[in-house]
């Protein structure tokens, strides 16, 4: 992060607060973000 709280490269990174979150929840969102193809998983 720079000085003012910004990531240089934000589409490469994610903040997730995952203080109520369950580990699926967790997951479902970074795949929704970085567009993962989840047809080999």
Do not use: G
Not at 24 to 38: L, Y
């Amino acid at each position: 992060m720079n000085t003012n709280d910004d990531f240089i490269y934000p589409d490469k990174h994610l903040k997730i607060d995952n203080t109520h979150l369950s580990a699926s929840e967790v997951a479902q969102q970074i795949i929704t973000h970085f567009n993962i193809d989840k047809t080999n998983a």
